[in-house]
């Protein structure tokens, strides 16, 4: 396993740096959109980047981080409301988030479909989901599959077609851009 509750200082320094301008201005255009006030969750937050890159498109919404590693949200900024928990359980009630966000974390989740049905559970009427992740169908995305498993880590990668799939399952409409190897999800219920 990653031990990602002593990784959060790197996180924090570097990882914005793997986010393509494309993607931050599509996360600008899912979030424009909500009025202010609303709440978005960002699941399998991290360090929070994605609250960060929200933050900057509007700073009125309320955003709230969840993450298994404590060491990881001890880096968020003060803005974001921090819970430990999974994303297979989360600790709010039904119709709670106007938007959820999972930047580069659905691969790390032990078991996706559990955290597609609380993603459903917690988002209120028409509620929105944004993903970012990398893409098992290219080259880069199945060489990462193969490492993160060596490493003892779910490894849950999707190709594009399967992840579609999976999302409109659960009841989204679902919008796919590609970005090389990986991908950003924009879905609505």
Known sequence: MIPFNYLGFVFKHFSSSLYPKKVVEELCMFIKPLCDEASVLDIGAGTGMMCEFAYRCNPKLRYVAVDPAKGMLK???EYVEVHTA????LPFDDDSFDAVL???SLHHLTDPDMAMKEVV?????NGKLFIYDFDKGTFLGKSLWAMEKLLGEPAHFYEVHALKKMLEEHGFHVHV???????SVSAAL
């Open 75 to 77: 880096y968020t900024e």
């Open 86 to 89: 999974t994303a297979e359980a």
């Open 102 to 104: 999972m930047g580069e």
């Open 121 to 125: 559970r917690v988002l209120k009427k």
């Open 177 to 183: 851009s590609q970005h090389k190897w990986r991908y």
